[in-house]
């Protein structure tokens, strides 16, 4: 058990929080959340022992293990898989003890260790690391490597397997998700959902609290409190006391008619497809996420695109890769105004790889990338987090990018990405990771893109910008091409997925479910392959044939999405002409006696214009079911 007694923590001048009373039960899963600089990495230091209580008490039971993740990984020669055992704290200190038991051939001390070697599971010790780090991501020949050998993003993924290694009391995670694909993340969504003992977790993922954590824990005003329930349920209670603040409340309706009116449109035309219900189901939930987000510091919106040239980009029977071996090859794909695409694939697939041969910044080993003449892209990846000008403000990065805009204009823009104030004219360099992810994307927004491509844009994102970002996309007008580990931000903003995988860029035929089941069944096949020589050939042979299936099936269902597609855009293009009719038949100038005839003929064309959607409906209805039908 985990209590807090009347505490009160400082740090300088600033009070973080006080007067904070509250009590984690042995077991409990507590997403910790609020908005940067509140607190959250400074709780977790009181927990440690790093930080001391000004006032009021901190309680922790005895003998308590704690693990966490560390930041920083030295860069030494020794194997990644002994660095991930060295988390098993009380397994080293066995391991030293019955080694000084040997050297002093002490066989009475020896046979008690090997008994507590036994009974803490030693001897398996090895495979447990190798588990933990085959499912973040470890190939099996990388676990001999020295951790010398690994990038900065593979150490920290070194660091939380070392955590987990632990046979801890209680777990303290720390944005665990930042470094990990979308695959890890569901590894690691279920690993922690069986940890036996007491989890703090501080995210930003708002579908990874939801499938993890009982109680949410906010850190908001100097105060903490703990709610019942998931991230989802938490926003529900937060939504229900904000809105009974009227300033809010009124801030709160302008969005959810925004809001109303995307879900509208787009439920024009998606009724029953199973990638379109997914959307629908991320959209009907908005109305409530908004009003938990009404007091949110950031609030922007892309510009509309000066052209839309179609299509914008195409790739024929592309490869690309590093040096001269292809990571992906036959690469065919037609990117379209309007089309919003998630990439999906195991890590090394070939996801950021294509994302760079988009953006340009990788060369391509065979076939041809076709810009259109008026393309211009908006290219985020994580890199340019290390390319903005260390000694440049906000507003002068944004003033070398449009030197004729006024400042006034510029600190207006940039006060709807938090640079407010002083911070829009300070230096960057020593801006956090959020900061500078923040005024990437604002230099990304500011100049107008046709197509984005965005590789993990959500990663040091709080919930509050993750929710602004998710907005913003929703209204995009361009094209977009999204790799990310943020299911909400997948399920919210993109309507076709694109599975990256053995070389392959081919469509994927289901939602993140599907996919997360998919994932699934490449592992149970590769279990299958671990076993006898014999069966690795028939499970070779079975994926061979179901690959061939598979290309089968999408070969026969092209038709029918093609038909799809093609009446989905009719009914886009019918819903814009009857927006347009209806607001020319809102205006009380048109019902004067002088426009009758005019009024006449707006009534017969909206007459027309509604059978000609109902029509339209009808045939989409029959090519769902088609195809609904022919997936069976």
């Known amino acids: ?9 400082r740090r300088g001048t600033k009070v973080l929080f006080e007067q904070a009373s ?72 066995l391991e030293q003890q019955l080694a000084e038991a040997e050297q002093a051939h002490d066989g009475n001390r020896q046979g008690e260790l090997h008994a507590k070697l036994d009974s803490i599971g030693g001897y398996t010790a090895r495979s447990r690391a190798a588990r933990l780090m085959n499912g973040l991501g470890f190939k099996t020949e990388q676990l001999d490597q020295p951790v010398a050998s690994f990038s900065g993003g593979w150490r920290m993924r070194l660091n939380l397997a070392q955590a987990l290694m632990c ?47 009982n109680r949410i824990l906010h850190l908001e005003q100097q105060a903490l409190t703990l709610y019942s329930g998931n991230y989802s349920d938490f926003e529900r209670l937060r939504a229900e006391h904000l809105a009974r603040q009227q300033s809010a409340y009124e801030k709160q309706q302008r969005e959810i008619k925004h809001i109303q009116s995307f879900v509208d449109r787009f439920r024009a035309q998606a009724t029953k497809a199973r990638q379109a219900q997914s959307r629908i189901k991320a959209l009907e939930r908005m109305e409530r996420i908004a009003q938990a987000h009404v007091d949110s510091p950031f609030h922007f919106s892309f510009a509309a695109p000066d052209k839309l040239p179609s299509p914008l980009l195409t790739l024929e029977q592309i490869a690309a890769g590093y040096g001269d071996t292809p990571i992906i090859s036959g690469t065919r794909l037609s990117i379209q105004p309007g089309d919003r695409i998630g990439l999906l694939g195991h890590n090394g697939a070939g996801k950021s790889t294509l994302i760079k041969l988009l953006a340009g910044e990788l060369k391509p080993l065979a076939g041809e990338a076709i810009p259109a003449q008026d393309l211009k892209l908006g290219y985020f990846a994580q890199h340019q987090l290390e390319q903005l000008d260390p000694k440049a403000s906000p507003l002068l990065h944004l003033q070398r990018l449009d030197p004729r805009a006024s ?16 911070m829009a004219l300070a230096a960057s360099a020593p801006f956090s990771g959020g900061e500078k992810a923040r005024l990437v994307l604002a230099m990304l927004v500011y100049q107008r893109p046709n197509l984005l491509l965005l590789d993990e844009p959500t990663n040091h994102l709080d919930l509050e910008m993750r929710h ?40 994927f035929d289901g939602d993140l479910d599907d996919y997360r089941r998919w994932l699934s ?57 009857r927006n347009e009719l209806e607001t020319r038949l809102a205006d009380p100038t048109i019902y004067q006696a002088e426009r009758k005839a005019e009024l006449a003929q707006l009534l017969l064309d909206k007459g027309a214009l509604d059978k000609a959607h109902a029509q339209a409906e009808e045939e989409w209805l029959q090519c769902s079911e088609a195809l609904e039908a022919a997936q069976a």
């Open 521 to 577: 069944d490449q592992l149970r096949d590769s279990d299958k392959g671990d076993g006898s020589n014999t069966s690795g050939a028939n499970s070779a042979t079975s994926r061979k044939d179901q690959r061939r299936l598979d290309a089968e099936a999408r070969q026969r269902l092209q038709p029918l999405r093609k038909q799809l597609e093609k009446v989905e855009k009719a009914l886009d293009r019918l819903q814009q002409q």
């Open 468 to 507: 602004a970002l998710v907005m913003a996309l929703q209204e995009f007008g361009g094209a977009m091409v999204i790799v990310s580990h943020d299911r909400h931000l997948l399920r919210s903003v993109t309507d076709q997925l694109l599975l990256v995988d053995s070389g392959k860029v081919q469509e």
């Open 407 to 422: 400042e006034q204009q510029l600190r207006d823009f940039l006060g709807g990405f938090g640079f407010n104030a002083e």
């Open 1 to 9: 058990m985990i209590k807090l007694t009347d505490l009160a923590l």
């Open 22 to 93: 509250l009590t984690i039960n042995q077991g409990e899963k507590v997403g910790v959340t609020g908005a940067n600089g509140t607190g959250k990495s400074s709780l977790f230091a009181l927990l440690r022992g790093l930080l001391h209580a000004d006032s009021g008490e901190l309680s922790l039971p005895p003998s308590v293990v704690i693990a966490h993740v560390a930041q920083e990984t030295p860069g030494v020669e020794r194997p990644a898989i002994d660095y991930v055992m060295d988390g098993d704290h009380e397994l080293r200190q």
């Open 167 to 213: 046979r801890s009391d209680l777990l303290l995670l720390d944005e665990p998700t930042n470094h990990l694909d979308l695959d890890a993340v569901y590894w690691l969504q279920e690993w922690l959902g069986q940890y036996p003992g007491t989890l703090l977790l501080i995210s930003h993922d708002r579908d990874f609290l939801d499938e993890i954590c």
